[in-house]
């Protein structure tokens, strides 16, 4: 059984900042990509930022320069350090993991969501 467990969404005023974290835990075998994703109820989940293993990192145009992904490979964490945020960030937001586990099995992994609210 794997879980990932997402945690620092909230409130904050337009320029605000929040940092969120995701730990990954369970029958862990290798964590490769990790990642956030973002969905407004009735459209489509998007990425808005992902690391792979190797350290290689890549944004959504609409957060680059204002977000920041990093991982800590140690605790199976990765987290998102979001700045000067603004109301069109307000979503609910997932971490994901592709990883595999000791019985084997590779697949995408899902958090369940955090909401972050961007609002005066």
């Known amino acids: 059984q794997v879980q990932l467990v997402e945690s620092g969404g909230g409130l904050v005023q337009p320029g605000g900042s929040l940092r969120l974290s995701c730990a990954a835990s369970?029958?862990?075998?290798?964590?490769?990509?990790m990642g956030w994703y973002r969905q407004t109820p009735g459209k489509e989940r998007e990425l808005v930022a992902r690391?792979?293993?190797?350290?290689?990192?890549n944004y959504a145009d609409s957060v680059k320069g204002r977000f920041t992904i990093s991982r800590d490979n140690a605790k199976n964490t990765v987290y998102l350090q979001m700045n000067d945020l603004k109301p069109e960030d307000t979503d609910v937001y997932y971490c994901?993991?592709?990883?595999?586990?000791?019985?084997?099995?590779?697949?995408?992994?899902w958090g369940q969501g955090t909401q972050v609210t961007v609002s005066s």
């Open positions: 994901n993991a592709d990883l595999s586990t000791t019985g084997g099995y590779r697949r995408l992994y």
């Open positions: 369970g029958r862990l075998l290798s964590i490769y990509n």
């Open positions: 690391k792979t293993s190797s350290g290689s990192t």
